[in-house]
């Protein structure tokens, strides 16, 4: 049976001693792991530390890299990026925060040339490379049209059937290049150059068919990307199927889903052009009759509304006479309220008028003054007498009024001392005697100590 005083609770473990547990069992428990997700909250102190979450749609843990091991990432991650992580799981004891120490980091799901792409992508973009403002418009209706692409590809005839059936006149001069492999890179900027050096090509089509990243890897090139962006001529770019996006895509003038879609948006339909004509000519044609029939309807009315201008004239000079009028009552009624308005002022101003006020204060200055005079006076009385009472006082206790009654002082004159006692001079000594009036100097002869 327990005591009192005897608690058989089983013992509760510190916050402390917890948290330790729980780290030891997590650390022991995950040696070390790869995980997956987006980053979030990124956080860089002076430090030099990483902090930041990955998190999926459901749940997110905390993440620490700390200096030493990111200074070996080339590019720093953002938020919002998906990332691999590779690293220890582990407790923050100090908050009980479950979380990873990141001992590497890459991106995630992409393979060497995906992450070329997104670097190439990154750096290009923050030259300003992509952006609209630099881009150049495509001539509505061009005179001449280049196409940079294999003259073996499919990419020429389809671009070729659509030009002939939209618009066949417009010539056609096409710059041979390889589109796949390492050489293509050299061969592709080399076609753009010689299409700049020829100055025929109005708008410029640069492109090829579908394929794997690895075969439209050399649009992906960044010796490629940058002769596009320094092309003079409006560029179009047309690689790959419409899911396809190159590098070369994102800095061309314009980007098109396909070649046939380039040679679409680079030539006018001739068809259409007829359409169109047709389309112009009709509405202008209405427009030019219902312009007329306004312009006879309006003509009616102005003709209708139109009124002899010495009428107007008597009109004008009416009202001319009528805001004269009222012109004169609003001075007078304005006149009158500002003639009563002075009338109250001056009246406030007598009121208070400081010859008034000065009267006032002098007045009260003169009963002050008479107070003050009468207050002095009376205290002077009053310490008068209380210094003739002290006086009186001083003089009963005065020891000259002793001295008169017949008493004496005497003092030992080699040093003052007060005598009162006759041992305190020996036959000889010199004494001073102060007696009511004057000082006595004598030589004591003999010295009696006993008492009379």
């Given at each position: 049976?327990?005591?009192?005083?005897?608690?058989?609770?089983?013992?509760?473990?510190s916050?402390?001693?917890?948290?330790?547990?729980?780290?030891?069992?997590?650390?022991?428990?995950?040696m070390?792991?790869w995980?997956?997700?987006?980053?979030?909250?990124?956080?860089r102190?002076?430090s030099?530390?990483?902090?930041?979450?990955?998190k999926?749609?459901?749940?997110?843990?905390?993440?620490?890299m700390?200096?030493?091991?990111?200074?070996?990432?080339?590019?720093?991650?953002?938020?919002?990026?998906?990332?691999?992580?590779?690293?220890?799981?582990?407790?923050?004891?100090?908050?009980?925060d479950?979380?990873?120490?990141?001992?590497?980091?890459?991106?995630?799901?992409?393979?060497?040339?995906?992450?070329?792409?997104?670097?190439?992508?990154?750096?290009?973009?923050?030259?300003?490379?992509?952006?609209?403002?630099?881009?150049?418009?495509?001539?509505?209706?061009?005179?001449?049209?280049?196409?940079?692409?294999?003259?073996?590809?499919?990419?020429?005839?389809?671009?070729?059937?659509?030009?002939?059936?939209?618009?066949?006149?417009?010539?056609?001069?096409?710059?041979?290049?390889?589109?796949?492999?390492?050489?293509a890179?050299?061969?592709?900027?080399?076609a753009?150059?010689q299409?700049?050096a020829?100055?025929?090509?109005?708008v410029?089509?640069?492109?090829?068919?579908?394929?794997?990243?690895?075969?439209l890897?050399?649009?992906?090139?960044?010796?490629?990307?940058?002769?596009i962006?320094?092309?003079?001529?409006?560029?179009?770019?047309?690689?790959?199927?419409?899911?396809?996006?190159?590098?070369?895509?994102?800095?061309?003038?314009?980007?098109?889903?396909?070649?046939?879609?380039?040679?679409?948006?680079v030539?006018?339909?001739?068809?259409?052009?007829?359409?169109?004509?047709?389309e112009?000519?009709?509405?202008?044609?209405?427009?030019?009759?219902?312009?007329l029939?306004?312009?006879?309807?309006?003509?009616?009315?102005?003709?209708?509304?139109?009124?002899?201008?010495?009428?107007?004239?008597?009109?004008?000079?009416?009202?001319?006479?009528?805001?004269?009028?009222?012109?004169?009552?609003?001075?007078?009624?304005?006149?009158?309220?500002?003639?009563?308005?002075?009338?109250?002022?001056?009246?406030?101003?007598?009121t208070?008028?400081?010859r008034?006020?000065?009267?006032?204060?002098h007045?009260?200055?003169?009963?002050?003054?008479?107070?003050?005079?009468?207050?002095?006076?009376?205290?002077l009385?009053?310490?008068?007498?209380?210094?003739?009472?002290?006086?009186?006082?001083?003089?009963?206790?005065?020891?000259?009024?002793?001295?008169?009654?017949?008493?004496?002082?005497?003092?030992?004159?080699?040093?003052?001392?007060?005598?009162?006692?006759?041992?305190?001079?020996?036959?000889?000594?010199?004494?001073?005697?102060?007696?009511?009036?004057?000082?006595?100097?004598?030589?004591?002869?003999s010295?009696?100590?006993?008492?009379?």
């Amino acid at each position: 049976m327990n005591t009192p005083f005897q608690d058989s609770r089983p013992r509760a473990l510190s916050v402390s001693e917890l948290n330790h547990q729980a780290k030891h069992l997590l650390e022991t428990s995950f040696m070390q792991v790869w995980v997956e997700g987006e980053m979030s909250g990124f956080s860089r102190p002076s430090s030099g530390h990483w902090y930041f979450s990955l998190k999926d749609r459901k749940c997110q843990v905390r993440c620490a890299m700390f200096k030493g091991f990111n200074q070996r990432i080339r590019e720093i991650p953002r938020d919002g990026d998906q990332i691999r992580i590779r690293g220890k799981v582990t407790l923050y004891e100090n908050r009980g925060d479950f979380q990873i120490i990141v001992e590497h980091l890459e991106p995630a799901g992409l393979g060497a040339l995906q992450q070329a792409f997104e670097e190439l992508k990154r750096k290009l973009a923050e030259e300003g490379l992509f952006e609209v403002s630099r881009k150049k418009p495509l001539p509505t209706a061009p005179r001449h049209i280049g196409v940079v692409t294999s003259p073996t590809g499919a990419a020429i005839h389809d671009i070729l059937t659509v030009l002939a059936r939209r618009c066949p006149a417009i010539p056609v001069t096409l710059y041979p290049t390889a589109v796949q492999g390492k050489p293509a890179t050299a061969d592709i900027v080399r076609a753009i150059e010689q299409a700049q050096a020829h100055g025929v090509a109005d708008v410029l089509i640069i492109g090829r068919g579908g394929g794997s990243l690895e075969d439209l890897w050399c649009f992906n090139e960044e010796a490629v990307a940058r002769a596009i962006a320094d092309c003079r001529i409006p560029t179009v770019s047309a690689v790959g199927h419409e899911v396809d996006v190159t590098i070369a895509d994102l800095v061309a003038d314009l980007r098109a889903p396909t070649p046939s879609a380039a040679a679409e948006k680079v030539s006018p339909d001739q068809r259409e052009w007829v359409r169109q004509v047709d389309e112009k000519y009709s509405r202008l044609t209405h427009g030019v009759r219902r312009a007329l029939q306004r312009m006879q309807t309006q003509t009616g009315h102005l003709a209708a509304r139109l009124r002899d201008p010495r009428r107007q004239l008597m009109d004008r000079a009416q009202r001319l006479d009528e805001l004269d009028v009222r012109l004169g009552q609003a001075l007078q009624q304005a006149l009158q309220q500002r003639m009563v308005r002075a009338g109250h002022l001056v009246q406030r101003l007598r009121t208070q008028s400081p010859r008034r006020q000065l009267d006032h204060h002098h007045d009260l200055l003169a009963r002050l003054q008479d107070k003050l005079q009468t207050g002095i006076r009376r205290r002077l009385d009053r310490h008068h007498d209380r210094l003739s009472h002290t006086g009186q006082t001083l003089q009963l206790v005065s020891p000259l009024a002793t001295l008169g009654r017949g008493y004496a002082i005497a003092r030992r004159q080699s040093d003052g001392l007060i005598l009162r006692d006759a041992a305190d001079v020996s036959p000889g000594d010199a004494i001073n005697t102060r007696l009511g009036r004057g000082v006595i100097t004598a030589t004591v002869i003999s010295v009696n100590s006993a008492d009379e």
